[in-house]
């Protein structure tokens, strides 16, 4: 297969390294198949960090062993086959030779992601990769290692083998995500990626997977249409079909149209005479592709063509399409209630708003549109999501035009820059926070600038023209290999362009990328190798002088590599600390008997999870995520300490609570916030775990810590300004210390962020009464909630109401909202005695005796106020 031709014997064949060299492939065939298919449901990043650490693992190996080997290499006499002057030469040049024209593109972008690394808005974030995504520079390193290691090992001969283990490792991730659809999975995940079952494999999401079948299934058309017996092509057609049954059922869009793209590109040019050198052999194949493609998109609406349907409806973004969002009402309505206070000063949460509509050059008063708004307004769903992510990112670009904002940072900015969109827009919304752009151009650029994006650039037009001249000077088989593997290119570049990428599909790309370039070299640069005779003594010391610093080179190279694992397994292991600390704290209603013999009484192992969750700070001390739970807890506890009752709450733990350990635990979390905010300035989780440290502390000390509350629910409020928590507990703050009008800026903000959520509503009509009574203003506030909300139905907005009538004396006001409550819960006691006042007060005593006695069969036996209440009431209603 793929023509293969005698080879000259190259150096790599000659003893006495010959283990190196098949270490390394060996190294390689792991990577392929691990890398997909291993997670650890032990960690908290069961398919990001389970998968980076192999990839980490075991690149960083092959480059020790190939330093080992170029060391050796370099004692041998230089008389021997192996020597050092051609492997020396070997180790420097061969790799960037041989990568020739895709060496001087890559180079270039590993120096402009170094110089973006270096400028980035946190440059250790941008060197290590944020949490879950691992896309900091050393990745990119390690994957351009990858590049070289399989260009410099993996000839011509190995690459059919090659593809063989690329294949069977697609397919047994196919088998299990066939498997998952059917619910016959081992692990019952809790995500849910909505429109039916999506099935994600072993690759933690669909698109992830469904992009890693795309580029699987051109290099199976090429076994099919390189294979000449028609019994070794249908075992890969078999393969095929199972490859499309698996990727229909991720349901995922962007991967669809790279299929499409990509099939077309590898079917218009293989030509008419591969394609009719068996024609039932290519009849079956494109009958298997068109089929299964008609048999999973025909009336099913969760299908990737129902759901580029469902993408284009007319949606309003007038403040009224925001996503919904959780009631944080309910009956922690206490302690949503109102939560901060703030005093302006400069740099106040008064964003600057952009531009306002341009009037109509006619003087008319009606606004132009513009063509985003315009646009916006035909999507919803992910589709407008992503739509707005790309207006958001040119804003980055334009702020950032060089070097970008550095590698893997956008989670700390997006916030800032979507809220100025929807401000532009006019328009507030709810909105989840981005770490990476659906789309691969954008997303390079707004990470390393236009530097980065003309680097892509470049890199993709000299992988075309390396292609394309391969295909003009190879025929049969050869031609068909280049052609497959271009296709997988092209459909990882398709399907980039409305996604982005993931460790098993990047490290697929660079194999692809290597495996292109192996295809396309010229036969020549196999050449024989060289004969050497003994060097004068001269020349042997001058060698021996150049070899020094190479032993130099490649020793703190081996010494780097073995750091960088002992890290990578650092990492992994403080994973599974914060893994198991989090398990701790959701799992624990155990019943343990007290130390006093009473009955056992539900207590939570907190300690257990604190300790796991502070090993794993110590292990991988500048996480970010590990710092934020462990600082939240530590909160957590300090607010229980200083409760009315914290033992009660806890039972069995009470040294937790002292007065001692209750200071210790506002130490540890304001200790650690303030470590995060110095590392990460522009973490708002750090930045708002403070604003809530310094609140409480406000409440029991003498001391004011008010304004050290203000400045950082304010800085929270700046970096994420579309989130209802923070303007809700900022809000609540003002309204203790009496500051209304600025508490009724936030919650007007808040309520403008969600104005399905009655949370902000509530609170603003409190606000108001609290303000001198303004009975009218809070009363318009409910109203405007229903107004805006007509299918929401809220006994918390109608009791509040009920109360505004009441104590404005509208009694018939005050028994409708009372009969509502009613109607949504007939045993809702408060709604009774609102009810049996406002028709005492309405002369309807019948009504009124009506719904005591109701109240009675409520309570039955007991007796509380309400049944007390209602004794009264009867006896006062019996002369009446």
Known sequence: MFNEKPQATTTQDFRPFPYCDQIIIAILLVIIIAVPLYFDVHIHSVFDLSKITILYVLTLAMLAIWSI??????????????????????????PLSKAQPLSLPIVAFLFVSGLSTISSINPYLSLVGTYKRYGGFISTIVYVSLFFVIVNFIDKRRLSSLLDVIIITASAASVYGILQYFGLDLYHWSTSFGYGIRVSSTFGHPAFFSAFLIMVIPLVLIKIFSCKEWFKAYPYIGILALLLIAFYYTRTRASFLGLIVSNL??????????????????????????????????????????????????????????????????????????????????????????????????????????WDVDLAHKLEGTTLTRFLQYLTSLRIIYDYPILGIGPDTLGMIYPQYVAKLHREMNEQRGFENQNRIHSDLINITVSTGLLGLGVYVWFAFAYGRMVWKGCKKADGSDKILIIGLCTGCLAYFVQNQFSFGHIPIITLFWFLVAMSVIACLPVRQAGRPKQFKRLNPFKQFKRFNGNLAKYIFCGITICLMILLITLSLYRYKADIYFEHGRRSLGQYKADIPTQDGQKPSTIIPINEAIQSLETAVKLNPLALNYRNVLSGIYLKMAAIGISKDPESIMEGLPDNFSHEQTTMWFANAIDGAETVQKLYPRDYHSAFTLGQAYHLLDKMSDEDMSKNAIKYYKRTAMLHPFKLEYRNKLARLYAEKGRYEDAIHELKEAKSIAPSNQAPYLNLAKVFMNDGERYEEAEATLLEFIKKNPDSKISDIYRLLSYIYLKTAKWEKVLIQSEKIIQLDQGDLEAHKYAIMANSRLKRFEDARNLCNRILDLTGSGSNTYSKYAKDMLEVLSGK
Do not use: C, W
Not at 69 to 94: D, E, R, V, W, Y
């Open 265 to 370: 590109f590898f079917f218009s040019l293989i030509g008419k005479k591969n394609l009719l050198a068996d024609k039932t052999k290519t009849i079956v194949t494109i009958s298997i592709m068109i089929g299964i493609s008609i048999l999973f998109n025909v009336n099913d609406k969760a299908s990737v063509v129902g759901r580029f349907k469902g993408s284009i409806n007319p949606v309003h973004l007038n403040n009224k399409s925001g996503e919904k969002t959780e009631n944080l009402q309910s009956k922690h309505l206490a302690e949503q209630d109102l939560l901060a206070q703030h005093t302006p000063f400069d740099g106040s949460t008064q964003y600057p708003r952009l531009p306002a509509r341009q009037h109509r050059s006619d003087g008319s008063d009606k606004q132009d549109h513009y």
């Open 69 to 94: 080997k170029t060391i050796l290499q370099s004692s041998m006499p230089a008389s021997l086959p192996g020597g050092n002057q051609q492997h020396l030469s070997s180790f420097n040049l061969s």
